[in-house]
C-alpha cells in the first residue's frame, strides 16, 4: 500500500526548495553576524568605561576621606584595564577681579582623569569636583 497525494502541490518540498530556504537562512544569518560582533566590542569598551569610572569614583573618595592639607596632585594605575589615572588638584577658579573670599579659599578642583588603550586607540575619562576643607561631616 502506497500514498499518494491528491495534488502536486502536498507532496512535499523539492530538493531545489530545501536548497533555495538554506541559502536564504545563511544570507540572513550572515547579516546578522558583523551585528553580533559590534555588539560584543560595544559591550566590552562599556564594560573597561565602567571599571575607569568606578577607579575614579574610588579615587575621588580616597581624596575626600584624606585631610585637606595634604591633598596633592598623583598617579595611579588602573591595572583592571592596563590604564593609568592622574589626579589633578588646584585651588578654586579665580577671575582676577575682587577678592578671595575664605570660603573659596577653603575649596579645592579636583579633576581625575583615567586612560586606556583600546585595540591601539587611546579612551580616557575625566570627573571633575571640588572638595571643601570643612567637607562633609568634618569639622
Known amino acids: 500500500m502506497s500514498y499518494t497525494p491528491k495534488n502536486k502541490s502536498s507532496a512535499g518540498m523539492t530538493l531545489i526548495e530545501v536548497l533555495i530556504s538554506l541559502t536564504i537562512t545563511c544570507l540572513l544569518a550572515l547579516a546578522v553576524l558583523p551585528l553580533y560582533s559590534k555588539a560584543t566590542y560595544i559591550n566590552r569598551l562599556s564594560n573597561k568605561k565602567n571599571i575607569a569610572v568606578n577607579a575614579a569614583l574610588s579615587k575621588i573618595e580616597e581624596l575626600r576621606a584624606a585631610p585637606f592639607a595634604n591633598l596633592e596632585d598623583s598617579n595611579f594605575s588602573v591595572s583592571e584595564i592596563n590604564g593609568s589615572g592622574v589626579v589633578d588638584i588646584s585651588d578654586k ?31 580616557e575619562i575625566s570627573i571633575p569636583t571640588i572638595i571643601a576643607k570643612s567637607g562633609v561631616n568634618k569639622q
Open 93 to 123: 577658579d579665580w577671575d582676577g577681579s575682587g577678592t578671595i573670599s575664605d570660603a573659596e579659599r577653603d575649596l579645592k578642583n579636583i579633576k581625575v582623569t583615567v586612560s586606556w588603550s583600546d585595540e591601539g586607540i587611546s579612551k
